[in-house]
């Protein structure tokens, strides 16, 4: 079933797509003849359909997408260039971007082109990245005298260790898909025409699992980043705790026992 208007309205959004799927949702980036470039319109429109997704039951993942021959080729260059310190400091977009961070349900990032400085970072902010074999990764920031801005300087380098990240983020030059699994940054690289299908079919394995135990479980792994091991491990635990709280984890085990598939309700 595909469902836009019941999306919260797709088109309340200039600037992105929300196709709703369920179990799943489709959110493309759409500003093709700017390459996606992430402007503050198009980043708090996403915000919004994200915090929508997040609040709708019938939704259990989200891919998250582009439209034309970018993922997203970075934030927008034009509404930038002319800023001040100060301004950018008062304006504080990043609070947007931060926001993205408290969506609780899988997002998947299908990388379909570009994936370049914001738009690398975007991708990054999400919990799956898979990629079309002509996508392409970077961190150009150095060459339009910046540095990553969101992220991109502390989550590359926990994805793909220091070196490369060095190598990245001083030279501003982009890697390849392929070079992307290689270190790691993505989880899988597929042919162009099959991504989408590929990663809505991701989307939909999960939305099969406990929902309650997916945003645990999606929880702790992003604990990992925030904490020293032990801290992490005590986190994990009172999550795994918690999930003997709820009934899709009864649902679960006597479904297994019984030996018959589990039907799962999010409660
Ligand atoms: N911003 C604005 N417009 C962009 C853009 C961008 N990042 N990237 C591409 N475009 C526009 C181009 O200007 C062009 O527009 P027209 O000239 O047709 O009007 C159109 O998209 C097509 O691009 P090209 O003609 O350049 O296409 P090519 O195939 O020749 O080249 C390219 C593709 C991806 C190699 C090239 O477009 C490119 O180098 N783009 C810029 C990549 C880049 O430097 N990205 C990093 C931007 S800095 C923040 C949060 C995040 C950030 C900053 C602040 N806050 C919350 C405050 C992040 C910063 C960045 O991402």
Same mark, same amino acid.
């Given at each position: 079933m595909t469902d836009s208007a019941s999306a !919260? !309205?797709?088109?309340?959004y200039e600037t992105i797509e929300v196709e709703r799927a369920v179990p799943v949702a489709l959110v493309r980036l759409n500003r093709p003849q700017a390459l996606? &470039?992430?402007s503050t319109q198009l980043m708090e429109e996403l915000l919004d359909a994200l915090r929508r997704l997040d609040r709708d039951e019938e939704v259990r993942a989200v891919v998250l997408t582009g439209n !034309?021959? &970018?993922? &997203? #080729? !970075? #934030?927008d260059i034009r509404e930038m260039a002319e800023r001040s310190a100060v301004e950018m400091e008062l304006e504080d977009r990043f609070a947007t971007w931060d926001a993205i961070r408290s969506i609780k349900k899988p997002l998947i990032a299908a990388v379909n082109g570009y994936a370049l400085g914001g738009g690398c970072e975007l991708a990054m902010m999400c919990d799956i990245i898979i990629a079309a074999e002509t996508a392409t990764f970077g961190q150009p920031e150095i060459a339009i005298g910046v540095i990553p801005g969101a992220g991109g300087t502390q989550r590359l380098t926990r994805a793909v260790g220091k070196s490369a990240a060095m190598e990245m983020i001083l030279t501003g030059d982009p890697i390849s898909a392929r070079r992307a699994l290689e270190l790691g940054l993505v989880s899988r690289v597929v042919a162009p025409e099959v991504l989408l299908d590929e990663a809505l079919r991701l989307a939909r394995r999960i939305a099969e699992r406990p929902p309650v135990a997916v945003r645990l479980a999606k929880d702790a792994v992003n604990r990992a980043f925030e904490t020293t091991l032990s801290e992490g491990l005590a986190y994990e635990r009172r999550n795994f705790y918690l999930l003997? &709280?709820?009934?899709d984890q009864k649902e679960g085990m006597r479904a297994f026992m019984e030996k018959r598939p589990p039907q799962f309700r999010g409660r």
């Open positions: !919260g !309205g797709s088109e309340r996606n &470039a992430l !034309g021959r &970018a993922f &997203a #080729a !970075g #934030a003997f &709280a709820t009934e």
